[in-house]
Nanobody
Framework: QVQLVESGGGLVQAGGSLRLSCAAS????????MGWFRQAPGKEREFVAF????????YYADSVKGRFTISRDNAKKLVYLQMNSLKPEDTAVYYC???????????????WGRGTQVTVSS
């Protein structure tokens, strides 16, 4: 079992930055691939970023490429999402997920956090 807890969300002006963290607990947490997804009101949950178990491979949604960076610290069992140049359309609840077999497919992930709200004002 893996438990995930997100933090770092908040309110920021357009053009600003936030760093989200996902703390994973469980004996094998550091062996899982990890992803970030987001869901805006009235919209489907969408893929944001993926990182494999050792950080050697990363993938991003086109909408965040060049602005967001995913990273991980396996010793601390933490996964980060650095978000720069934020836009109002980035406003959503951001979820951390573990164990994805297909990076961009939410249903392929085994474990999910409860999410953290990110609001970007114009």
């Amino acid at each position: 079992q893996v438990q995930l807890v997100e933090s770092g969300g908040g309110l920021v002006q357009a053009g600003g930055s936030l760093r989200l963290s996902c703390a994973a607990s469980g004996r094998t947490a550091s062996t899982y691939s990890m992803g970030w997804f987001r869901q805006a009101p009235g919209k489907e949950r969408e893929f944001v970023a993926f990182i494999n178990w050792n950080g050697g491979s990363t993938y991003y949604a086109d909408s965040v490429k060049g602005r967001f960076t995913i990273s991980r610290d396996n010793a601390k069992k933490l996964v980060y999402l650095q978000m720069n140049s934020l836009k109002p359309e980035d406003t959503a609840v951001y979820y951390c997920a573990a164990g994805g077999s297909v990076p961009g497919v939410a249903r392929s992930y085994s474990y999910w956090g409860r999410g953290t709200q990110v609001t970007v004002s114009s």
